[in-house]
Structures are given as structure tokens and as C-alpha cells.
Nanobody, 130 residues
Framework: QVQLVESGGGLVQPGGSLRLSCAAS????????IGWFRQAPGKEREGLSV?????????????KGRFTISRDSAGFRDNAKNTVYLQMDNLKPEDTAVYYC??????????????????WGQGTQVTVSS
């Protein structure tokens, strides 16, 4: 059974940092890409970053240079818990949103498209405010 659990959200001042974690169980690291999304009130869900099974990463223009994605496992073990991180630096008030991680096994993944992902976590709130 696939399960994604986010953690690490909270309240931070502008210019501060947070590290979000996505604990993924039931997914074989090599075959699943893990993406990070966020959704602010009244706005559509926005794709922020993705890391593929082979370790390639990509970012949206809105977070490039400020956010860094990484994962602590790789390979073919499908019963291993693996974690994907989103290090967020130089946070701005407009980064305030609920942040989600999601998993996709699609070979040709349009990573910014939320519909491409099968499994989602429950979300974690990030608030950037002084």
C-alpha cells in the first residue's frame, strides 16, 4: 500500500528557511518520481519541483534558486521507506500555502501537471509572515 506523509511545515519569517519531508512507503524508488506542489487559498495547485527515480531534478521558475529537492534512497526495493526533502530558503510571504508531495510512475511525465500523479500526501501548511 502506497502512503505519502509530509512533515516540516510551520510558521517562518520572510527570508527564513524550512525543510519539508515526504516519507514515501510502498513505492519503488527507481520507478517513481516524487513531485512537490503547493496550493494557496483561491489558487490552483502549483507544481514546484520533481525528482525522478534516476535522481534528475527540475524546478518551477518561481522557486528555482531558492528551493532544493533531494531524496535519501534509490534502487529497486519496494518495501523500503524512502524520503524526499524540499529545502526551502529565502522564503517569501507569497510562498504561504499548503504543500503536498505526490508520486507518479509515468515514464513520460509532465511533472508540473497534478493530474499526472497517482498518489498524494495529506499536505503540510507553510506560513511565511513577520
Amino acid at each position: 500500500q502506497v502512503q505519502l506523509v509530509e512533515s516540516g511545515g510551520g510558521l517562518v519569517q520572510p527570508g527564513g528557511s524550512l525543510r519539508l519531508s515526504c516519507a514515501a512507503s510502498g513505492v519503488t524508488p527507481y520507478y517513481y518520481a516524487i513531485g512537490w506542489f503547493r496550493q494557496a487559498p483561491g489558487k490552483e495547485r502549483e507544481g514546484l519541483s520533481v525528482i525522478t527515480g534516476s535522481g534528475s531534478a527540475d524546478y518551477s521558475d518561481s522557486v528555482k534558486g531558492r528551493f532544493t529537492i533531494s531524496r535519501d534512497s534509490a534502487g529497486f526495493r519496494d518495501n523500503a521507506k524512502n524520503t524526499v526533502y524540499l529545502q526551502m530558503d529565502n522564503l517569501k510571504p507569497e510562498d504561504t500555502a499548503v504543500y503536498y508531495c505526490a508520486a507518479s510512475s509515468l515514464a513520460q511525465l509532465v511533472w508540473e501537471d497534478a493530474d499526472e500523479y497517482t498518489y498524494w500526501g495529506q499536505g503540510t501548511q507553510v506560513t511565511v509572515s513577520s
